[in-house]
T-cell receptor
Framework: AQSVAQPEDQVNVAEGNPLTVKCTYS??????LFWYVQYPNRGLQFLLK??????LVKGSYGFEAEFNKSQTSFHLKKPSALVSDSALYFC????????????FGTGTSLTVIP | KAGVTQTPRYLIKTRGQQVTLSCSPI?????VSWYQQTPGQGLQFLFE???????NKGNFPGRFSGRQFSNSRSEMNVSTLELGDSALYLC???????????FGEGSRLTVL
């Protein structure tokens, strides 16, 4: 079965510190992995994706994510957090053999403390 | 390029009523997906349409239905509303089935 896990409901980090939002996945075959961000009362905005190639993917707003096949993880990272990064973050996976359906994690609420 | 447009943004209904939500995808996108977002369940996949055909369906009761028109605009309908249907309903479009999703702002439904 295909699934995504975001083990932390809430992550707090001080402004200027590096941040990590964790994601692990389970999918048949090679995964397509995505990160989205959601601000209050808004839809989801695309941050970055991994399809193939370099394991370190760079995305919007200074975010990056590292694909680790052996650990089936795709953690979102940023070297220096901003207060404006406070939002809800979703990891998503799409497999090759699931009718191309996306599976989303339950989301991680990130709070950057000034 | 205009983004995904969902209407209405907010609506209040009472139990037993029915509701229709509309989604206009990004121009050129032929795939439209619908998701239900609630605090406890996260994003739950409802269905996906491509070229007026339902390609995927999530695990929701038959009260939830959808359709897609020839111009790729999509509607979803919920009949016999229940309190538990209160949620943010998100529409997402993509150029092809399984392609990167672009989300609308959502329609927030409150059932009283």
């Amino acid at each position: 079965a295909q699934s995504v896990a975001q083990p932390e409901d809430q992550v707090n980090v001080a402004e200027g510190n590096p941040l990590t939002v964790k994601c692990t996945y389970s999918v048949s075959g090679n995964p397509y992995l995505f990160w989205y961000v959601q601000y209050p009362n808004r839809g989801l905005q695309f941050l970055l994706k991994y399809i193939t190639g370099d394991n370190l993917v760079k995305g919007s707003y200074g975010f990056e994510a590292e694909f680790n096949k052996s650990q089936t993880s795709f953690h979102l990272k940023k070297p220096s957090a901003l207060v404006s990064d406070s939002a809800l973050y979703f990891c998503a996976v799409r497999g090759h053999y699931t009718g191309n359906q996306f599976y989303f994690g339950t989301g991680t609420s990130l709070t950057v403390i000034p | 390029k205009a983004g995904v447009t969902q209407t209405p943004r907010y609506l209040i209904k009472t139990r037993g009523q029915q509701v229709t939500l509309s989604c206009s995808p990004i121009s050129g996108h032929r795939s439209v997906s619908w998701y239900q977002q609630t605090p406890g369940q996260g994003l739950q996949f409802l269905f996906e349409y491509f070229s007026e055909t339902q390609r995927n369906k999530g695990n929701f009761p038959g009260r939830f239905s959808g359709r897609q028109f020839s111009n790729s605009r999509s509607e979803m309908n919920v009949s016999t509303l229940e309190l538990g249907d209160s949620a943010l309903y998100l529409c997402a479009s993509s150029f092809r089935v399984g392609g990167e999703l672009f989300f609308g702002e959502g329609s927030r439904l409150t059932v009283l």
